[in-house]
């Protein structure tokens, strides 16, 4: 167990839905970290907010926006979608000011399902 | 063409064999390799990462950066039935705009048999 927790874990929605998927991190951590995997694209970066600011962005598309709150929960909001945003979402989180390259603690994973 | 590419395997070996994954990229201006391991179910978790060539050892796992034939190996010595899993490789860059272009293999499937 990481420390990482992620809610839901699993759900399934309709194309053009809209839907939150939400992360807390570990005790301390003030970096959070977004990813997407699907079968045919693997593991993609989404996003990276240190405590509530942006701080890197990735692959994330426009329907796709995030934001890191005071408690450091952080919510990825996904909007449109599509049948090929269907894929496992996770959290991770780091400590201090972590980049990229930096050890990161993932959590579960949301699976989300658009049919 | 994907700018990482990893054969998905499975890779199957005894266990104590070494094993090698590798992965090869496109992209000259990634500065930054990284070895991800991803058991079932789970999330991904850091192995190891590198800025540049050569190699970088953490007890039983060696990091292999060529830049020149842009080629990233990870080996793993007396492989253990815990090292089953995916192990995906990353390249990246931090772009002049403070983009964060990181790309991942799809990821090679390693089962040591005991």
């Known amino acids: 167990d990481s420390g990482v927790t992620q809610t839901p874990k699993h759900l399934i929605t309709a194309t053009g839905q809209r839907v939150t998927l939400r992360c807390s991190p570990r005790s301390g951590d003030l970096s959070v970290y977004w990813y997407q995997q699907s079968l045919d694209q693997g593991l993609q970066f989404l996003i990276q907010?240190?405590?509530?600011?942006?701080?890197a962005k990735g692959n994330i598309l426009e329907r796709f926006s995030a934001q890191q709150f005071p408690d450091l929960h952080s919510e990825l909001n996904l909007s449109s979608l599509e049948l090929g945003d269907s894929a496992l979402y996770f959290c991770?989180?780091?400590?201090?000011?972590?980049?990229?390259?930096?050890?990161?603690?993932f959590g579960p994973g949301t699976r989300l399902t658009v049919l | 063409q994907k700018e990482v590419e990893q054969d998905p395997g499975p890779l199957s070996v005894p266990e104590g064999a070494i094993v090698s994954l590798n992965c090869t990229y496109s992209?000259?201006?990634?500065?930054?390799f990284m070895w991800y391991r991803q058991y079932s179910r789970k999330g991904p978790e850091l192995l190891m990462y590198?800025?540049?060539?050569g190699n970088k050892e953490d007890g039983r796992f060696t990091a292999q950066v060529d830049k020149s034939s842009k080629y990233i190996s990870l080996f793993i010595r007396d492989s253990q039935p815990s090292d089953s899993a995916t192990y995906l490789c990353?390249?990246?860059?931090?772009?002049?705009?403070?983009?964060?272009?990181?790309?991942f293999g799809t990821g090679t499937r390693l089962l040591v048999s005991p």
């Open positions: 907010y240190y405590n509530g600011e942006e701080r």
């Open positions: 992209n000259s201006a990634f500065q930054y």
């Open positions: 590198t800025y540049s060539s």
């Open positions: 990353a390249s990246g860059a931090t772009m002049n705009t403070g983009f964060q272009k990181l790309v």
């Open positions: 991770a989180s780091g400590p201090r000011d972590s980049t990229i390259t930096d050890t990161q603690y």
